[in-house]
């Protein structure tokens, strides 16, 4: 079975770092895309970034130079810098065969699910 588990979300202040990590079982992320997602309270689901089998990534305006999307065969990682009350969400990570459209993945893909992140004082 397929699977993707997220860890690492938790409470912080502005200003801190989390880092997420998301778990791949029953497959390697060796030839898939990768990407996170998120979706704050009241909000639709956003893309947050994504990154090609390649290594080709790209990131949402919103936390372009704050946010790192890295990988390695197992684990799908996003190391969150200078947090800010908007980031407070549900993070998802996703994994897919198919293509990044930008910073977000699209096609057919796998979810994780789900890690809150609240970022406050």
């Known amino acids: 079975q397929l699977q993707l588990v997220e860890s690492g979300g938790g409470l912080v202040q502005p200003g801190g770092s989390l880092r997420l990590s998301c778990a791949a079982s029953?497959?390697?992320?060796?030839?898939?895309?990768i990407g996170w997602f998120r979706q704050a309270p009241g909000k639709e689901r956003e893309g947050v970034s994504c990154?090609?089998?390649?290594?080709m990534t790209n990131y949402a305006d919103s936390v372009k130079g704050r946010f790192t999307i890295s990988r390695d065969n197992a684990t799908v990682y996003l190391q969150m810098n200078s947090l800010k009350p908007e980031d407070t969400a549900i993070y998802y990570c996703?994994?897919?065969?198919?293509?990044?459209?930008?910073?977000?993945?699209?096609?057919?893909?796998?979810w994780g699910q789900g890690t809150q992140v609240t970022v406050s004082s």
């Open positions: 996703a994994a897919g065969r198919d293509y990044c459209s930008g910073y977000v993945p699209a096609g057919k893909f796998y």
């Open positions: 029953g497959f390697t992320l060796d030839y898939y895309i």
């Open positions: 990154s090609s089998s390649g290594g």
